[in-house]
Structure formats: structure tokens, C-alpha cells
């Protein structure tokens, strides 16, 4: 039992909210809770939870002795020893295929998107990571496939300016982060991350800035291009909550309190009402 609950945490439960962004597609194109797309979706969802669980182990695998040394990531289970290093790669091996079997279950596109998924992952954990923008692409990146894989799953066409968002998006909430752990430990900043020692405060901000205002404005030109099937353009006015919830996640992101992102947003309750707000009234315009 002791084994099975490190290897549960091992596969970082907590990282698993990420993997909604699946469902991001239909729910936008407003085919999420149709009965046809209600199973491809939700396997979509495991499969991309059974793959980060892989790659997660990969990491961790890989990054045994320096998260040894780490202040944090020492505790992890490989790290403390807690969970064998040969078991972490043979559970990382059936993760990392669970994920393609359960993917090819839908259709050969989204296996495609799960395998480039853990190729591009397992590369970044490999040496990828280590340098200067291209590991902050590659994550962001990440995010990308995951808002792909869930249009791949239920046959929706994902226009540009969607994908343009989830992008710009998620480069937004990497390069705050990268900001925040910097800001930790401003005297050795390599401490928690190699690649940080290779950044300034001043250009990580800069990234972040840059990413948030280009979400902000291609959000606005996506909800723009729904108004035809969202009565008086209900769909434009949910950019007001998505502009507010970036000003205050900004907010923490510039005092270098989003180190752990699902941590800000989940404690963060006026946030969370930002977002639920953004949510209620988005699926309004969509759905009603």
C-alpha cells in the first residue's frame, strides 16, 4: 500500500486539473454534452491524464539527483526514495502507453496528438527544458495539444484565433510562473530551476506582459467571431471577466505568488469568481 499511494503521488494528482482544458473545444463549440461527444471527450481527458502521469515520472526520474538537493522536490517520491527508481520507469513505461492505447480508442488523429504530446514532453525532460524560451514554448505548447486533442475528439473544426488564445494563454501563465520562482529566490535563482540562472526578471516580465495583452486582444477577436450564434453578442461581453481575472492573476504573478498556478487560482476566491462568472456567462452565450 505504501508503494501504490507513492506512486499516486508520484503522478502528481493535483496536475491532473490541467488536462480539463480537453474539454475546452466542444464545450466552446457548444457540442460538449451532446451524447455523441460525451465518451470520446472524457476518454480524451484519461488519455492525456495517463500520459502527463508518464512524463511526470520521466522527470522525476531524470532529475533524481538535483531534486535530491532541491528544498521542495526532495520529498517527491522517487526522490526520497519512497518509490523505487526502477518502478518509477516501468510505471512511467504503462503510463505513457496507456495514454496512446486509450487515445487510439477514439481515432488515430487524437492518438497522433497524445504521441506528439509525450514525444515533445519527454524531449523537454531530456535537455529541451534547460533552454531559454524554446522551455517555455515547449510547455506552453503542451497546453496547446491538450485544447487540440479535445477538438480531434469530437470533430470540431478549432479556428485559429481559438487556438491563438489557448496559446497565448498558456505562455502567459508559464512565463509568470518562471517570474514568481524567480522572484523565491532572487539570490539563486538556478536553485529551483537551471534554466532560470539564463533569465532576467525584467525579460521574463516582459513574457509574460507580452503573452497576457496578445490573449486578451485574440480572445476578444474570437468571442467577435461566435456573436452570430450568441444573442446581442453575449459571447463579446465575456471578454470583461477574462480581462479582469488576467488583471488579477497578473496581480499575483508580479508579487511572485504563482510559483504553483492551480494553487493561485483555487485559493485565490476572487479569482475563482472571476472565473465562474467568465464561465456562466460564456456558456450562456453558447448554449442559450
Known sequence: ?????ALVRAARPRQWAKNVLVLAAPVAAGVAFQPSAVLPEGLAVVAFTLASSGVYLVNDTIDLEDNRA???????PVASGELSERAAVAAAAVFLTAGLVVAALVGWQLLGVVALYEVAMVLYSLGLKHIPVIELLVVAFGFLLRALAGGVATNV???SWFLTVVGFGALFVVAGKRFSEMSMVADAPAAI???LARYTPSYLRFAWTLSAGAMVMTYALWASSLQGAAPGGASLVSAVPVVAAVLRYAMRVDAGEAGEPEEVILRDRVLLALVAAWAAWFLYSVYL
Open 70 to 76: 532541491h528544498p521542495t522536490k526532495r520529498f517527491r
Open 157 to 159: 473544426a478549432l479556428s
Open 1 to 5: 500500500m505504501t508503494a501504490a499511494r
Open 193 to 195: 530551476r537551471p534554466v
